[in-house]
């Protein structure tokens, strides 16, 4: 397995939240496991070893992203480019790669020369840890668990909901992936970066009006209602990007299920059965 240096294969070994790393990642960390491991690596160190995805994986990780001419790829530990590269040559997506180690720029540099898109694509050598990515709208990754984890309130924080996040190997401890496959023996993992809805709302629709307070937890909310008729309860809660969706039974027994998109404080859509809805966020 192509290992940067016995010193990046030293993070393999760092706590994993109990999830077994992959086979190649623990072969390298066999070999560095009579060392003393540092909590950090210290300054100049990698955060993760070099391991190339296969390419048949990295067309489905781009495949999962649904990538197109309208995107922005940024790869976080890009490698030799590939992910990027292809993104760029197959589907006309621009985009970033961000490696550490200069080899790799070099050769994410001659890849994309080779490919024909060095118009498309850029590779600059920074932390991963120290990029900005909110431009990203498509976000991909091949990292460890605990840099994942690292980056997960970045990703929540920082990129526009919608975007699609795609991991080979390693999830993101309780943030449930909204899709999983497995292509040729690797996992694979989808996010959609979910807008934030937690908070008190106004909704008003044909049928009345009523008070919501959402509390999210990722792609998923629970509410309390204060409907104009009575009491209410909110079930199903669920956002992929804009997109919402949630039931409101009534008192007397009748649930209508609301879809709609999340535009900031304001969020519409229509009713199961008939009708529009509208809600104000009134607090935060
Ligand atoms: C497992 S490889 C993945 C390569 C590529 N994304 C792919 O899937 O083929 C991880 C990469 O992350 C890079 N890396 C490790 N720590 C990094 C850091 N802190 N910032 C940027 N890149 C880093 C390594 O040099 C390596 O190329």
Redesign the pocket.
């Known amino acids: 397995m192509p290992i940067?240096s016995r010193r990046a294969a030293l993070p393999a070994l760092r706590p994993t939240l109990g999830r077994p790393l992959s086979a190649a990642f623990v072969a390298g960390a066999v070999a560095a496991s009579v060392v003393v491991l540092p909590l950090r690596p210290a300054a100049g160190q990698?955060?993760?070893?070099?391991?190339?995805?296969p390419q048949p994986v990295?067309d489905a990780m781009l495949e999962m992203a649904q990538v197109g001419s309208g995107d922005y790829l940024i790869?976080?530990?890009?490698?030799?480019g590939?992910?990027v590269v292809t993104a760029a040559r197959k589907f006309g997506t621009p985009g970033m790669g961000?490696?550490?180690?200069p080899e790799?720029i070099a050769e994410g540099n001659a890849n994309a020369e080779r490919a024909g898109v060095t118009d498309k694509v850029k590779f600059v050598r920074?932390?991963?840890?120290k990029t900005d990515i909110s431009d990203a709208t498509v976000l991909?990754?091949?990292?460890l668990p605990q840099v994942n984890l690292r980056l997960r309130p970045v990703v929540l924080d920082t990129l526009a909901p919608g975007t699609r996040v795609v991991s080979?190997a390693f999830d993101m401890g309780d943030w449930t992936p909204d899709e999983t496959r497995t292509v040729e023996g690797k996992r694979l993992y989808r996010w959609v970066v979910p807008a934030k809805v937690s908070g008190t709302w106004d909704l008003r629709s044909e049928g009345g009006g009523a008070r919501l307070t959402l509390d999210q937890t990722y792609q998923r909310f629970d509410g309390a209602v204060r409907a104009d008729t009575g009491m209410a309860r909110l079930t199903g809660g669920r956002l992929e990007g804009k997109d919402i969706r949630f039931t409101l039974a009534m008192g007397d027994g009748e649930a209508r299920t609301y879809t709609g998109t999340v535009e900031g404080d304001r969020m519409s859509g229509t009713v199961e059965g008939g009708g529009t809805w509208t809600a104000e966020r009134t607090g935060g």
């Open positions: 940067q990698y955060d993760v070893p070099y391991v190339p995805t990295v790869d976080l530990g890009s490698g030799d590939r992910i961000v490696d550490l180690n790799r920074q932390d991963l840890f991909t990754m091949y990292l080979h």
